[in-house]
């Protein structure tokens, strides 16, 4: 057990696991400052609430290429460390709000499914002529399937295909690696020398 909780002691794991619990935190805190204005924080409206997700992205890998790396970060580290951010902040963000929507107001759930409803009703003549009767009759079906539980899903699989496009610029654009390793010169710097100070 001990060897298994030792791994959790890495940089590269416990630095983007406590910046992924704080972007999950800032997600669901915006999700409260939308229901406490009386607006539904559930859909397409709480897109925005991916900046956090990158705010602590690129916080997280400047942190570990400072202070951990010393200047240095290889792309895969980066990468690792996005995308350990991601996961866990859309992880501590989907429980949240479903404990809320489940536990603590559950009319927030209902007014969600009847915005959707309405929303495919008023848009019904050109949902009809793009997808068909039977593909409209469908999705309108599918309304009734949707249950808070599914939103825990969706959260998770909505901010991973949003994190693609961020995380590879990030990493690219923070990585930095220490070529003298592979080509010594006298006046490269010595990384060895900088981790143990």
């Known amino acids: 057990m001990k060897h ?15 910046f992924g619990l704080l972007a999950g935190l800032l997600c669901f805190l915006y999700f409260l400052a939308l229901y406490a204005i009386g607006v539904v924080p559930l859909g397409n409206i709480r897109v925005p609430d991916f900046g956090f997700q990158i705010i602590m992205m690129v916080t997280a890998v400047w942190y570990y290429r400072k202070y951990i790396g010393h200047g240095f970060l290889h792309l895969w580290e980066a990468l690792t460390i ?9 992880l ?20 969600y499914l009847d915005d959707l409803r309405q929303l495919l009703i008023s848009t019904k003549g050109r949902l009809i002529e793009t ?8 999705a309108l079906k599918n309304i009734d399937q949707i249950t808070p ?18 995380v590879l610029i990030i990493s690219l654009l923070f990585r930095k690696q220490d070529y003298s390793l592979y080509n010594p ?4 710097p010595n990384r060895s020398k900088t981790s143990n100070s």
Do not use: M
């Not at 996005?82 to 859309?90: E, L």
């Not at 997808?131 to 469908?138: D, N, S, V, W």
């Not at 010169?185 to 490269?188: I, K, N, Q, T, V």
């Open 149 to 166: 539980e599914t939103l825990v899903g969706d959260e998770i699989s909505k901010k991973t295909v949003l994190a693609v496009l961020p």
């Open 185 to 188: 010169s006298s006046d490269a």
């Open 4 to 18: 298994f909780i030792s791994y959790f002691n890495h940089p590269l794991l416990k630095l983007p696991v406590f």
């Open 131 to 138: 997808l068909g009767q039977a593909e409209y009759a469908k």
């Open 82 to 90: 996005c995308y350990i951010v991601n996961t866990v902040g859309a």
């Open 92 to 111: 501590l963000t989907a429980w949240l709000i479903y404990l809320f929507v489940k536990y603590i107001d559950p009319e927030v759930f209902t007014r």
